[in-house]
């Protein structure tokens, strides 16, 4: 019979923020959303901006924000790689709402510019519909 748990490993720059074993998974793909359970086919994707929720082993849903990066599904091994990743009952929504501000303001020249202008926005919008939920 399957395990019925996956091992999350969630990674940033500076730190381990997770290994532990969970029941579920759900974050965005830089295309649309993905789910995992235990006894998923390998995968290796790329991240968007958007909300991590990890099902642990006790039941107890949590939610991160993800700012970007890689996933890796491995066996029963989900490795999450990100830029950033904020509990969502830590994400400053003040803070968000400047970021969306400033993001705002820029006027964009050339189609690099346009296209980090729209994700600022992009990350800006989600994290404050995190905080607000």
Known sequence: ??????????????????????????????????????????????????ELRVTGSDGENRSFYVDGGFVQVKGSVVSLLTNRAIPVDQIDSAEAKALLEKSRAIIAKGDSEIAAKDRDQERARRMLKLASS
Not at 3 to 8: A, E, F
Not at 40 to 49: H, I, K, Q
């Open 1 to 50: 019979m399957a395990d019925k748990t996956l091992q999350l490993v969630l990674v940033t720059p500076e730190t381990t923020l997770l290994d532990e074993p969970v029941q579920a998974l759900r974050f965005p793909l830089f295309d649309g959303q993905a789910g995992i359970l235990p006894g998923r086919a390998p995968v290796v994707g790329r991240l968007g901006y958007g």
